[in-house]
């Protein structure tokens, strides 16, 4: 029995917990990526939310939901056996709060019987035990008048709930992924290269030898490959013939990453449904801030979108319209804002197999149930779908790949 080799593209959360999974059990990767550095860009700019299905309440279908559950459910426990290391200190402690907003294209009422429907699928998955608070008795409260005050005193909400769900640093973990994969001898890393094709050639044996094509020349011959690239993917696809999808977007977004002087109570806090923005706390210095109008720094519908030009004498514009934008619904953000020891202005692209615009209740971004591993022979194809379910996919596709 030979051991296969395996060419993983992209060193994001979902490519490096493909090439960890795969050492664990004796086979040998090469992970291709154009940073310097595994998880150094959209997997390590993001609020690192571990989906449960609450966000997507305009899909009333639960289809979403349904599909992100499974890898928010095991995502503590999957990326813990990949890094050693608990993710506990470094995971947001108490429930979101999700604020309706008054031009949410869901009702408060939607809401309300959306976050039921979802809270009753959790209480009956079998691992819902295993998310990092317990949920197997799920609930979902709607903020009394008195409660929802003391979080915001603006008349642009007009409901709030507190929902069972949790954020990890996103930061830190990447830092943790990357120790992970410096560490395991059987991963070999192809940093600052840009994978610009896969090609391939029929052997003796009647199976595909795979080669990597780069922008410093090709890398083979690979008895697998896994195309686990974010914005790039669709190209690589592409030029090997494979069918693309109805519609997608590709939408480069930054937020801001706050460290504060000293430790504040601020909630975690989501408005939506809509272009708003949201608020992570992951251990009271540690902050995510996002205001989706403003940090949504370009949009394509190209198979490869071309890299945003961003001015960085514009940084300070968009910082204080961030804030400014959080302060009007969020009085409290002012704390945040006075108590700043460090912050950063960072993003990436953020890929859907969906379109349209946010304001939009019928945009089909709206919904995440359409992502996943597609395959052509030993060629493999992801959709991460969303930061929370990468691990999840990673070790479903892993046991795929098997000894020849």
Not at 40 to 60: M, P, Q, T
Not at 96 to 101: G, N, Q, T
Not at 110 to 119: L, N, T
Not at 396 to 403: G, S, T, W
Request: aromatic share 10%.
């Amino acid at each position: 029995m030979t051991t296969p080799r395996v060419a993983i593209l992209g060193a994001g959360i979902m490519g490096v917990s493909t090439a960890l999974f795969l050492a664990r059990r004796n086979v040998y990767a090469t992970i291709f990526d154009q940073q310097a550095e595994a998880m150094r860009a959209a997997s390590r700019w993001n609020e690192g939310k571990i989906h449960l299905g609450f966000l997507y309440n305009a899909n009333s279908t639960l289809s979403s939901a349904r599909q992100v559950l499974p890898g928010g459910l095991g995502f503590q426990a999957l990326v813990e056996e990949l890094t050693g290391t608990s993710i506990r200190d470094h995971t947001t402690s108490s429930d979101d709060i999700y604020l309706c907003h008054r031009d949410s294209v869901v009702s408060p009422d939607g809401m309300e019987k959306y976050f039921y429907d979802v809270s009753r699928l959790i209480r009956e998955h079998p691992d819902a035990a295993r998310y990092c608070v317990d949920v197997s008795d799920c609930q979902v409260r709607r903020l009394a008048r008195q409660a929802l005050a003391q979080v915001t005193d603006s008349g642009e909400i007009v409901a709030g709930f507190k929902i069972p769900e949790r954020s990890v640093a996103t930061q830190w973990l990447a830092d943790q992924f990357a120790a992970a994969l410096k560490a395991e001898q059987r991963i070999e890393t192809r940093f600052n290269i840009r994978v610009t094709g896969v090609s391939y050639r029929q052997s003796a044996k009647s199976s595909r030898q795979w080669q990597v094509n780069s922008s410093i020349g090709d890398f083979g011959p690979y008895d697998y490959v896994v195309n686990a690239l974010w914005e790039g993917r669709l190209h690589i696809d592409h030029g090997l013939g494979l069918p693309l999808p109805e519609r997608w977007s590709h939408r480069y977004r930054q937020s801001l990453f706050v460290r504060t002087s000293t430790p504040l109570s601020h909630p975690s806090v989501v408005i939506a449904t809509g272009p708003f923005g949201d608020i992570k706390n992951y251990n009271g210095r540690d902050f995510y801030l996002s205001w989706y109008p403003t940090g949504l720094r370009s949009e394509s519908h190209e198979i490869l979108p071309e890299a945003p030009v961003l001015d960085k004498s514009d940084t300070d514009r968009v910082m204080t319209e961030m804030f400014d934008s959080l302060e009007v619904l969020l009085p409290e953000v002012t704390s945040i804002r006075d108590n700043l020891e460090q912050i950063e202005l960072a993003g990436g692209w953020v890929y859907a197999a969906a379109d349209g615009s946010l304001a939009d209740p019928a945009a089909t971004l709206h919904s995440r149930s359409g992502f996943g591993v597609s395959s052509s022979g030993t060629y493999f194809s992801v959709d991460t779908g969303k930061y929370s379910t990468g691990p999840w996919l990673a070790r479903r596709l892993a046991d795929q790949i098997k000894p020849g």
